[in-house]
């Protein structure tokens, strides 16, 4: 049997705790942000260099074929929606409605090495 002594146990505790704070904290980072932008699916976000939708059929069918739909914003920002739950779900069918159109969302904007997650908690056509 090993023993452990009382003063390292509780070393380890606490390493343990902080870690689980840190944990908490970095779960609820999200940033309350209004976007507006196009929905259009990642893949054409990302490599063909638009600055809007190509147009409303085209975003569908690629999301229909699963491509993610995204939030492009008018300075190139992308944003990708993402679940609040666990385990997390596509956002595509919320997006869906909105494919190929002008978007405000208003949601948590997660940030991690200059990607944007966001969880939307509000979406509407923009006119």
């Keep these: 049997m090993v023993s452990v002594s009382r003063g390292f146990s509780s070393v380890i505790t606490a390493v343990l705790m902080c870690g ?8 609820t980072n999200g940033v309350e942000v209004t976007v507006s932008g196009w929905v259009l699916d990642s893949a054409c976000a990302y490599t063909k260099g638009l600055d809007k939708s190509v147009g409303v059929e085209c975003a569908k069918a690629c999301a229909r074929n699963g491509s993610p739909l995204v939030i492009l914003r008018k300075d190139g920002t992308i944003f990708l929606p993402i679940d609040a739950n ?3 779900a596509s956002m595509n069918a919320k997006l869906m409605p909105f494919a190929g159109e002008r978007v405000t969302v208003v949601g948590k904007d997660y940030v991690r090495n200059g990607s944007h997650g966001l969880i939307i908690e509000k979406i509407s056509r923009l006119q």
């Design 20 to 27: 689980l704070m840190g944990s908490a904290k970095a779960a």
């Design 86 to 88: 666990t385990p997390a």
